[in-house]
């Protein structure tokens, strides 16, 4: 009957679709009815046979049936007395319009017996969720997509733009999928169902009741919810394993011991509700009983301690925040009295006092425990970044007296320890302790040259370096402090030539040849003298004593009047202040106050001034000079350029560790932007700090960047993007970068009487000796720029092989093959002849000649694959090298893969005892190469990550030559990326990052194999994971040139500044800084955004004068007149060196105009 009724036609809800009759409900032929569903919708929720889920809901007992359909004929009766009648006009079906309520009455009985007589019979499933979801329709809708009801209207506006409207066709919200929170206390079978009527099965009960449940509850993640998951009070599931691991019962061998005891160690898993204060009272009990048992162990305490912060972050309320952190201190403090010697207890106590504790009362606090702890490097090291960054408190005078503290207290720390270890003094080899505490001490001497070089005094940044290396390295043997200081001073206030200058030849020869002029000027005078008597030469040093001592008398005065001076120009400076106050409040205090500046242009040719003049000053005037008379004609305040002996004098210490010395000159030639090879580990302190105070993007990491931008935007169809680098885009210095590399490679050269035959520094010295003479155009050449300076130095040694290793990879970079493998083959060939503790230094020979040969070409070239293949198997079969002549046979390469063998597994000892050097590192891979041209690139693999399992993971964590080996691997993986699984790569590359996260190399490496196979936000997600675990200057700098060069939101890009500078490291970041104002200047285009950040800068970083010019240059449009004045008053007040006058260009425009 129903049937008849249906009417024959419809209209679809979307008329995009094609109109087809509708399926019917119950219909009588099941291919017809497939048929039409096949036709209807395009969508598999509407061809989905419900019988599957109808026999699955049928499995379940419902012994309430008959309670069930009662409160059901009650609801459908409400719903119907509830209907509007508005709707009545458009009923859901023609004989529902037509009846009657007896009829419908009669009906509902007849369904009910009809239902029970087919659940007994099985003839139909328990539930038809069809006819349920067409009769238990809200009153207030008016029908269904598929509604058999013809409508006038064909289509409707969707307004909110929802697009389940099209996955589930229709625009009946609960219609759509709808998931709920888990409740655990619900576990209880079928008790849950029978307790619950409104969930799962009963689909009519649940539809009628979600439309209000929804506008009450939400969904699962809705502010609710989420609001109740970080509630204290919920209740959490946790499995509590035991704490050793469960065996199982395929075990290779079961103890005695252990017998019996699975069963036990399995049911001691248990599961736990437990909410997050029970969770802090369970851990509180626990770390305050495992305190008690070990209070020695210092890592417990700061589990303890951290385990605060979490508390912390789970209160919302800003006073117990504070008590949180009150607890947290206490617990430090309890701590770091039971270990007063753990650098790490106290280092977490200082930081905890910094979130409480004003500026000066924590500056007391470091000086207390600097007291007790003056031998600690490291917390010297935070001290002093600490105060840095503090803006009310920076001066660059303050900041000399507290790392001349520093270095005095660390050099005496290194001086008694070298006396408790070596009472004798007669010290073969340095004990491993003093090497680490010396190390420390460079790093903190070199932070000083950073401070004095970045806050505009370069001079004596240079002037340190040079009294430093010369004291330490060049110094006589067998004397005293005391007496090395006093002939340090004789040698700095002569004429002598200092490191780095023409004709140097270091303290100690300098010394030597003084004498001998000194004895033969005697032995004249002496053969010259009467015997009336005369002069000596033992009196000439007491004649110069006289002349220096003669003074005293009038040296008070000349204080006392340079003290009147000195109040004179201080009343001076507070009038002009009190003049300029007056002037804001638009007071004319005096008629000359019209010379003050009246345009941003004049402060931007003052900043031009400033810098070109700080590019051209960098080197120390010597009091007799030509220059120094020049200047001080010119100016007084040219005098800094002058560097006495006083001004160094407090910061000079000796270093007796060969590890020490070679950190010092290493950071010296990076310090002057030198290509040098990697000098140490990137997890070192040394390479921390040195990216930390990183001003300008060094020439590696530029190059690095410059790569990765050519790989991203290499893959984008429509490149609208900028480079990182271009923001940070320097002046022309030319000039000083020319003379700067005289300056060093005539350093280096004196450093090689210290370190003979060391090929890092042969290196830089060769390359300092290209960059001086040409602009590193690498272009093909007749002359390689550095062949007479390597000729030359192979004169005086001829059996440094390495150093013949170093000039034939220039020449090969220069085009100049041919002359390369003349220079490769004659090194290797007379390694027979030389000594013993030479012939180890072959190995990297062997190796730099297979990498010049393969990077010959050797796809278009063959010849150059055949000589790798020759000259590793010479490496490794051990036979005397000869020339190339042709390839090698299969019996010759056999014996190379086989001495290979025997060579790595006598390395295996010698690793396992943490000898590893440069030789052994370059055999691995002569050995893994040897593989890839023999065997393929599996073989090599596992030569590789063989190696790596050869040593301890904390040492692979320290040492710079499995970093390389590392970074070769990953290279070799990258090469053969297109025959491997992009996952293994990914995999390799992210296990590196969490053994060294501070590898340029690394990151570079991560970006583009992320970026040619993966998503950008995988590569997104990696970055935060990173940058939240690891923060480095490193990482932050990778993700912001990855989202500038595929053209990221400008939302996504002031994310990852604003969440850097979030640490406390980063905060100081200069690099960064700088970064986020151009970007804001240029790329974003907001100004005012720019000026914030600008001022936000200056107040973390006050000491760099490149940040505060920044605003003079960059910012000069934006800034106002008066906050240009006062700002330079500012770097004034806080002792930046500025060697321009504002009148000077006063004075410029005026005769300009």
Known sequence: MEEEEQ???????????????PPQLLPSDPNKGAAAASQWL?????????????????????????????????????????????????????????????????????????????????SRPLYNYASTLSSSRNSGVQKWASSSTSNDKDYYFDSRGDRDNLAFGSIYRMDVARYKLYNSKKVSGNKYFLRNKKVGLEGDSDIDALDTNLRSGGRYWSAKFAAIERHKNMKRVRILAPSKPVRSSHADFIPLSAE???SELVSSVSVVEESWEDEVLRKTKEFNKMTRERPQDGSLWLAFAEFQDKVASMQPHKGARLQTLEKKISI?????????????????????????????????????????????????????????????????????????????????????????????????????????????????????????????????????????????????????????????????ASNGARIGEDGALGWSTWLEKEEEQRQRLASEEASNVVEEGGWTGWFEPLSKTQ?????????????????????????????????????????????????????????????????????????????????????????????LSIILYEDVSDYLFSLNSEEARMSLVSQFIDFYEGRIAQWTCTNSSSWVEKTLSLESFPYSLIEDLRKMHDVVIGKLTNPISISLELLLNCSDDSNMRSNMMKFLRNAILLCLKAFPKNYILEEAALVAEELSNTRMNTATCSVTPCRALAKTLLKNNRQDLLLCGVYAQREALFGNIDHSRKVFDMALSSTEGLPLDVRPNASLLYFWYAEVELANNPSENSDSLLRAMHILCCLGSGARYTPFKGQPSSLQQLRARQGFKDRIKMLSTTWARGIIDDHSAALICSAALFEELTSGWASAMEILEHSFTMVLPERRRHSRQLEFLFNYYVRMLCKNRMELKVSKIWEAIVKGLQIYPF??????????????????????????????????????????????????????????????????????????????????????????????VFFRAIHACPWSKKLWLDGFLKLGSILTVKELSDLQEVMRDKELNLRTDIYEILLQDEMDT
């Not at 000086?367 to 490291?378: D, H, P, Q, R, T």
């Not at 080197?619 to 007084?636: F, H, K, T, V, W």
């Not at 993700?1039 to 850097?1060: K, N, W, Y």
Request: proline share 4%; aromatic share 8%; hydrophobic share 35%.
């Open 260 to 262: 019996g005891s699975d």
């Open 547 to 639: 002349e220096t001592e003669m003074p005293e008398s009038t040296k008070e005065k000349d204080l006392v009047a340079e003290e009147f001076d000195v109040e004179d120009t201080k009343d001076v400076e507070q009038t002009d202040d009190v003049e300029s106050l007056l002037k804001a409040l638009g007071i004319d205090a005096a008629a000359e106050a019209d010379i003050k500046v009246k345009d941003t242009k004049t402060w931007t040719k003052w900043s031009k001034a400033e810098m070109s003049r700080d590019l051209d000053h960098w080197m120390p005037l010597r009091p007799d000079s030509g220059d120094a008379a020049r200047a001080d004609a010119e100016d007084d305040e040219q005098l």
């Open 332 to 492: 430090l403090e309890k701590a770091a009295e039971l270990n007063p010697e753990s650098e790490d207890l106290l280092l977490s106590l200082m930081n905890a006092y910094r979130s409480r504790d004003s500026t000066d009362v924590l500056i007391r606090r470091w000086e207390k425990i600097l007291m007790s702890n003056s031998g600690s490097y490291k917390l010297w090291r935070e001290f002093l970044r600490v105060v840095q960054g503090e803006f009310s408190r920076f001066k660059v005078s303050d900041m000399r007296k507290i790392y001349a503290n520093a270095i005095q207290a660390l050099a005496g720390a290194c001086i008694k320890q070298h006396r408790q270890v070596h009472p004798s003094g007669n010290a073969t080899a340095v004990d491993p302790e003093i090497i680490q505490l010396e190390l420390g001490l460079v790093d903190v001497f070199i932070g000083l040259c950073r401070l004095e070089w970045q806050a505009g005094y370069q001079e004596l940044a240079t002037a340190l370096f040079q009294a430093e290396i010369e004291y330490s390295m060049f110094s006589p043997f067998g004397l005293s402090e005391q007496s090395k200081r006093r002939l340090f001073e004789h040698f700095w």
């Open 999 to 1092: 590898n340029p190399f690394l990151h570079n490496a991560l970006v583009e194999v992320s970026h040619l196979y993966s998503s950008p936000n995988k590569l997104r997600w990696t970055f935060d994971d990173y940058c939240q675990k690891k923060p480095s200057v490193i990482t932050w700098l990778y993700a912001l040139s990855f989202e500038m060069s595929t053209g990221g939101s400008q939302h996504r890009i002031r994310g990852l500044f604003e969440r850097a500078f979030e640490d406390d490291k980063l905060h100081n970041s200069v690099i960064l800084w700088r970064c986020y104002i151009e970007y804001e200047r240029t790329v974003a285009c907001n100004a005012s955004a720019a000026k914030r």
């Open 42 to 122: 395009q969508n598999t929720s509407f061809t989905t046979d419900i019988s599957v889920i109808n026999d699955a809901v049928s499995k379940y007992d419902h012994p309430r049936e008959e309670e069930q359909q009662e409160e059901e004929d009650k609801v459908e009766e409400v719903n119907t007395d509830k209907r509007r009648p508005q709707y009545e006009m458009v009923p859901s079906s023609p004989s529902e319009a037509s009846a009657s309520s007896d009829e419908e009455h009669r009906k509902r009985k007849k369904k009910k017996k009809r239902r029970k007589r087919e659940e007994s019979t099985g």
């Open 7 to 21: 009417p024959s036609e419809t209209t679809s809800l979307f008329p995009a679709y094609v109109q087809h009759p």
